[in-house]
């Protein structure tokens, strides 16, 4: 909801805008800014980019070696002091003055943005003077949607994804070993190892403390989706043989929530599922109650933090269950977000878009993912990168230290699999090898990001303001037992096409059609 609410009130300052920067397109700006050149004749761009509240800083270490390699320098425009990103976006945007460079967090910004005159197209200047981002884009489905509108205008280099998997199913492997049970292979088996860890005492304490299914991300805003996926369901829309569904609508769904709803009052789900929120995987852990669940590959990180504490603790991924119907599907799985555009103020777009290339070359990729080879990683004789102590001493997670340097940022470039890889241990290894490894478990179609007119968003949002608080309320008392779904379904699908969701349907129905279209 958040998410929708910055989108909402960065859209109106782009609408209240477009005549206030006076463009229509490359080449019809009235700026008088030229671009500027450095002191050894390196060319400079403003640039306005946001990474977790951090704003872009041209004194970062990665962005020297960027210039050194590039003869381009970025000069940020928002304060080192601001970490407000709507707001500083919503200022920018309203006085007119764009930077050279535009980053945003949401596709929806940077296309409202282009559409209204404030980016450019980039296709014509991909096809002459990038080749390394068109190979991506051609190589790439989901980067290539992500990037392309809809209008078919390409307004944003994204930030693509090479490892399949965001989250994974772990559990308790000691506690098996203890019971002397086999990891579970389908959603039955699932029940049946949940209900072994419910009576069968795996912590060893004399307690009937165990938590068999806990999760630190189901409140009652979310939709608890990884384990309806158990019987191929959801709260949401999916796509199925080219036609989109609203899953409460269905009988899938209605059978997920049943199971559910029974698994919670055989005691296999957390009694505070929805309540105990962010800290669940922390405190059912390190207190050695919790068995199972779907979750970051951080989850593996436990295995070192409590083996010690917790004498055997092992934290082990396993593939998705199959559901009902014996299919294996893995729903939750990484999508490129959105990267940087060239703004219609920008008076060198060539140069730009041959900066921007430069970070899908191998050369710029791993000043991306890697930082400086020889203080943040070494290379080997076969060519085989490894990060340095520096990086895994520096009292920071890799990640956050990388980003302190510059790396890791908000910008158009492929994040490797071999830089996710090396920040892991064991069992993250073994979980992304795992789910890596087999292709036909992400084969289920993706539901893409809607790409809508500014009026088909709005009517959209408006619909599913109404609908999904509704949803989300049933879905949490039908689990819960409050009320049971079968007296209530009927008259729940009823509410639910009085307040439009065909319509909403028919919306998203023609989102993915242009998904279809861009991907093929």
């Known amino acids: 909801m958040k998410r929708k609410q910055i989108t909402a009130l960065l859209l109106t300052a782009v609408l209240g805008a477009s005549m206030a920067f006076g463009v229509t397109g490359c080449g019809k700006e009235e700026s008088s800014k030229e671009t500027a050149s450095g ?3 390196s060319k ?42 709507a707001t500083a976006f919503q200022n920018m945007v309203a006085s007119g003055q ?38 991506a884009l051609d190589s790439d489905p989901n980067l290539k949607y992500q990037a392309t509108a809809e209008d078919g205008n390409i307004y944003n280099i994204p930030l693509g994804k090479e490892l399949k998997s965001s989250q994974f199913y772990w559990i308790r492997q000691d506690w098996l070993d203890k019971l002397g049970l086999e990891a579970p292979t389908t959603v039955d088996e699932l ?57 409460p609508l269905t009988e899938n769904y209605k059978n997920a929530v049943k199971n559910l709803a029974q698994w919670y009052k055989e005691g296999l789900i957390d009694p505070e599922i929805f309540t105990r929120g962010m800290s669940a995987r922390d405190t059912l852990l390190s207190n050695n109650t919790g068995g199972f669940t779907h979750d970051w590959v951080s989850t593996g ?38 990267g940087w555009g060239i703004s219609s103020q920008c008076k060198d777009p060539e140069s730009v878009i041959k900066f921007m290339d430069f970070m899908f070359t191998e050369e710029g990729s791993d000043l991306m993912n890697w930082g400086i080879e020889g203080k943040t990683y070494t290379v080997d004789d076969k060519g085989n990168k490894a990060f340095t102590e520096e990086v895994f001493n520096s009292g920071l997670a890799p990640v956050e230290y990388l980003r302190s340097l510059g790396s890791q940022y908000r910008a ?32 289920a179609p993706k539901l ?29 008392s039908w689990i819960l037992g409050s009320s049971n779904i079968d007296d209530e379904y009927d008259a729940f699908i009823q509410e639910l096409k009085d307040r439009d969701i065909e319509k909403a349907i028919e919306i998203q129905q023609k989102a993915y059609d242009n998904y279809v279209k861009v991907t093929k």
């Open 191 to 247: 029940h049946d190892v949940l209900t072994a860890f419910k009576n069968n005492d795996p912590n060893g304490n004399g307690q009937a403390d165990e938590i068999p299914l806990f999760d630190r991300s189901a409140t009652a805003e979310t939709e608890m989706g990884e384990y309806l996926a158990l019987w191929d369901s959801s709260a949401s829309f999916y796509p199925r043989d080219g036609k989109i569904t609203y899953e």
């Open 301 to 338: 990180n436990y295995n070192d933090s409590l083996g010690e504490e917790i004498p055997g603790f092992q934290m082990t991924a396993i593939a998705p269950l199959k559901d009902q119907n014996g299919n294996v599907k893995e729903r939750d799985y990484r999508y490129a977000e959105c």
């Open 44 to 85: 400079e761009f403003t640039a306005f980019m946001f990474l977790s509240g951090t704003p872009f800083n041209s004194d970062w270490e990665v962005w020297k070696e960027v210039e050194k390699k590039t003869g381009v320098k970025l000069k940020g425009v928002v304060a080192s002091s601001n970490s407000d990103y």
């Open 448 to 476: 893409p990001e809607l790409k809508l007119s500014a009026d088909g968003m709005d009517e959209y949002k408006s619909i599913m303001s109404g609908i999904e608080p509704i949803v989300y309320e049933k879905l949490q």
């Open 98 to 135: 764009l930077a050279d460079i535009i980053a945003c967090d949401l596709t929806t910004d940077i296309e409202k943005l282009g559409k209204d005159g404030g980016v450019i197209p980039l296709n014509d200047l991909i096809e002459e003077h990038a080749p390394h981002i068109k190979e």
């Open 412 to 443: 158009g470039y492929v994040q490797a699999a071999d830089y996710e890889y090396a920040t892991m241990n064991d069992a993250g290894k073994a979980a992304n090898e795992l789910y890596d490894a087999h292709d036909e478990w992400f084969k």
């Open 39 to 41: 002191k050894d004749g």
